[in-house]
DNA sequence: TATATCATTAGACTACAGTCTAGTCTATGG
DNA sequence: CCATAGACTAGACTGTAGTCTAATGATATA
């Protein structure tokens, strides 16, 4: 995370020590009822150290945030099997990775992301063109034009930004809501809505 | 603002005036260059002023984009009479509000309400069900069932809720890129799509 | 082994959003 | 005309994210 990516490895253990002991913090605590002395005291480092490993505060649930991608390849080999056309994939894939992100990184975790992301520039990750759930994305997309399950698109380019869109909006529209409606069942009509266009 | 709204004609005129000061100074440094402490002193105030008129600094903004919703409202009429067919419109003022939002918000303040709503619990504008701008949607909608031109939908709520998703999609994602792209050109073909699924 | 380099660590310091308290002004009702 | 309530103002104070500097540790090369 730090600009300089010669960690030693006791630099590595740090980094982990201080990210295990903070996400163990916020999950009890919540985010902002933890500030970093408090992660700085608990974890028996310091805020230098803690500076020289993580960015900002926010970029330790960036880093979880950021591991998940890893995840949605094997979710996608999953689907691979299951669904025969790219159609039906992108659906399915599309509602997968909102289960996931509920389930694997909560609701706080996700909007502390999603308030950071857009305010700091720090945070490049959403608009990294090489992102793992992207590539994924667009090769659906591409397989979808072959096997002439997604046609009426002007562009591939479009439609892909189209599918981000409707990502970013579900979860963000998830973020401000106070109940626990689930953020697959949020988005499941609006990517519904996308799919039947598309036939 | 205040909780109170109980306010007097002097109060008003305080809160305005740091209001207008505030904006001029973000628009001519940006917001994170801005301090309270900056605002309270070009506009001859104090803090405690501005906290009597202002629970936060973002609310300063978030001001400006609550007027906004009388705008769409006029928006709306233009494009009544404008289109004869509910689908129609319903995609005229989808890009309407887009063109709006940049050219009288711009993408600063955009980023500010958008990280600043999500995180806080302090703005509950965007979830408050009673906005023009959701009244003007639901209209829409509704009008589209009667003159059968919005059909192949589930249900009234969830294509709501799948257009206001689209809007926060469309405008995060903007919020994030680092290019000029138009808000309007990157939300064009996310709102076409659904439309082509109601056909 | 000696030395240079660069990662790491500690913690004092800064900047700034937001709180608190004490006091002033203003409108209203008896 | 006084008393009371509560809106308004001033600015000291607090909490906290992030910076800076100086010191220490590890590694690589001569």
């Known amino acids: 995370m730090d600009v300089t990516e010669n960690k030693t490895a006791k630099g590595i253990q740090t980094q982990l020590h201080i990210m295990?002991?903070?996400l163990d913090l916020f999950k009890k605590y919540g985010y902002d009822k933890i500030s970093v002395d408090r992660i700085v005291k608990e974890s028996n480092t310091s805020k230098g150290s803690f500076?020289?490993?993580f960015p900002s505060k926010s970029s330790i649930f960036m880093m979880r945030f950021m591991e998940m991608d890893e995840?949605?390849?094997h979710i996608y080999e999953d689907i691979e099997q299951k669904y025969s056309s790219a159609i039906e994939r992108l659906e399915a894939f599309f509602l997968a990775v909102l289960?996931?992100?509920e389930k694997e990184l909560g609701k706080d975790l996700m909007r502390v992301i999603y308030s950071a992301a857009v305010i700091?520039?720090?945070h490049t990750f959403f608009t990294n063109e090489d992102r793992k759930l992207y590539t994924i994305l667009r090769q659906i997309i591409t397989d979808g034009k072959q096997?002439?399950?997604i046609q009426n698109i002007s562009s591939t380019h479009d439609f892909f930004q189209s599918i981000v869109q409707s990502f970013m909006g579900a979860i963000y529209f998830w973020g401000l809501q106070?109940?626990?409606t689930e953020l697959e069942e949020l988005g499941r009509p609006l990517i519904g809505q996308i799919i039947a266009g598309l036939r």
Request: with cysteine.
């Open 20 to 22: 295990n002991i903070a």
């Open 51 to 53: 500076y020289q490993h």
């Open 71 to 73: 995840h949605y390849i």
């Open 99 to 101: 289960r996931c992100i």
């Open 120 to 122: 700091s520039n720090e």
């Open 147 to 149: 096997d002439e399950s």
């Open 178 to 180: 106070l109940d626990n």
